[in-house]
């Protein structure tokens, strides 16, 4: 029975130390999970946000690429023509702007790869875009978007006249 009690009088010394722990780690718990809530929640906010400003420039986007098929053989005024160069350069803007935020860890993965195939497919099918963001490139202009390299967004970017380099 003297056995018993020293373990009593033991935990009882211990009882404020057992329960600091079991507080700390339940705080600790709480921490990582609210901190997920807010990285979930930042990463729908942007795709939201980002999602809207894409679904602004399409159709403008749609009419630059159609005015560029060979078949189509389109052309357009001075007017249509400003308009493309403002639609592409509001793109790089987005672009660059999705990338700022993956680069910091906001956007998954897999988010961002998707977004880039995107990025790519639409890069591959203007060569308006491609001249605009091989002009905007050269000496270090890419680094205006915050970007590391020019071919942070775009897989496949002209580094001379014939010369391609890929990511």
């Known amino acids: 029975m003297e056995v018993f009690f020293k373990i009593i009088e033991v935990l009882k010394d211990l009882g404020p130390v057992i329960i600091a722990v079991v507080a700390i780690?339940?705080?600790y718990r709480h921490h990582k999970h609210s901190r997920k809530i807010a990285n979930d929640k930042m990463q729908m906010e942007l795709h939201t946000k980002f999602s809207d400003e894409f679904e602004k420039l399409l159709p403008?986007?749609?009419?630059?690429?159609?005015?560029?098929?060979?078949?189509?053989?389109?052309?357009y005024g001075e007017e249509q023509e400003a308009i493309n160069t403002l639609t592409i350069r509001k793109y790089f803007n987005?672009?660059?702007?999705?990338?700022?935020?993956?680069?910091r860890g906001r956007i998954d993965k897999e988010v961002w790869n998707s977004w880039r195939?995107?990025?790519?497919?639409?890069y591959s099918m203007s060569p308006l875009?491609?001249?605009?963001?091989?002009?905007n490139s050269k000496n270090g202009g890419y680094k205006a978007y915050y970007l590391n390299s020019a071919t942070d967004l775009f897989d496949l970017v002209k580094v001379s006249n014939d010369e391609n380099v890929s990511k």
């Open 60 to 75: 403008n986007l749609l009419v630059l690429i159609d005015s560029e098929l060979p078949q189509n053989n389109l052309s």
């Open 117 to 122: 195939n995107g990025m790519n497919d639409f």
């Open 94 to 103: 987005l672009c660059a702007e999705e990338f700022y935020w993956y680069d």
């Open 129 to 135: 875009m491609q001249q605009l963001w091989e002009d």
């Open 25 to 27: 780690c339940l705080t």
